[in-house]
């Protein structure tokens, strides 16, 4: 009977062990909603610190910044795979999208975009030139309502937007004079109000303490370290063709706008 209870504190202090490590919930309040990964209408309910699993009703995917489940349409599944390379890290392709994947680290994903003039390879399970990859570019997202007209601001001008109805571009306009596209409000105002998209400087080979980051690695143009929470879980390289740009923190096209911690001559 002692070398039985034993054993069993041995398996069940390892079985505890697992799920510690993946355990979603630590340090969340009770009652809060988070994402299994595992399907899109799947989630956990966090009590006391343990995730209680739960399911969205059929139709319906499991929403965690509204902490609901909603139409599919309102939101980008994120699906996570099993690490089997010892990177410390897998990219996941979404379904229907070319620009966006998701990062896993931990069984927990993150949603990320390829940079300007790239699409993600689901072959590579990286980002690469747009040329290298066959997919058909989305003007209009795919977890938009179809039944609703829907303004989507274009990828590469601050000024220009997109009509979609029924997931599908209807019409491509153009602010007037010097007026920006303002997601917020799906109108054109004044650039002063619209953030448009300007990435910041990340800091220079050292992970920040909170958030997923990407951060240089001396000496190199190409290869970049990624960064959860302050520690650095894995390595990885942009595609051929591409350099790891310290201004945008993500593989970009070489131009004279890009920049890299270039080997010394």
Known sequence: MGEFYVIFLVLFGSVFLVINAQNPCVGVPDGTFVNDFTACDAFFTCVREMP??????IGFNFNEPEQKCDHPWN?????????????????????????????CINSRGFLQ?????????????????EANV??????????????????????????????CMNREPIAEEQCSGDLLF?????QCD??????????PPPSMLECPPTGLHFIPIADTCTEFAICLD???VGESSCADGLIFDIIT?????????????APPA
Do not use: H, W
């Not at 209680?52 to 009703?57: A, L, Q, S, Y």
């Not at 004044?190 to 300007?198: A, D, G, I, M």
């Not at 923190?249 to 911690?261: E, K, N, V, Y």
């Open 52 to 57: 209680v699993p739960g399911t969205c009703p």
């Open 75 to 103: 939101v980008i599944c994120l699906i996570c795979e099993e690490d089997t390379t010892g990177a410390g890290f897998v990219r996941v392709p979404i379904e229907d999208e070319c620009r966006m994947y998701t990062l």
């Open 113 to 129: 975009e390829c940079g300007d003039g790239q699409m993600f390879d689901p072959v590579g399970r990286q980002c690469d030139l």
């Open 134 to 163: 066959a997919c058909e570019d989305r003007k209009c997202p795919n977890n938009l309502n179809p039944n609703v007209p829907t303004f989507v601001p274009d990828r590469t001008d601050c000024s220009r937007y997109v009509i």
């Open 182 to 186: 303002n997601p917020a409000t799906s």
């Open 190 to 199: 004044f650039p002063e109000n619209v953030e448009c998209e300007e990435i």
């Open 230 to 232: 302050g520690q650095r």
């Open 249 to 261: 923190s993500d593989c970009q096209i070489p131009s004279d706008d890009t920049q890299c911690l």
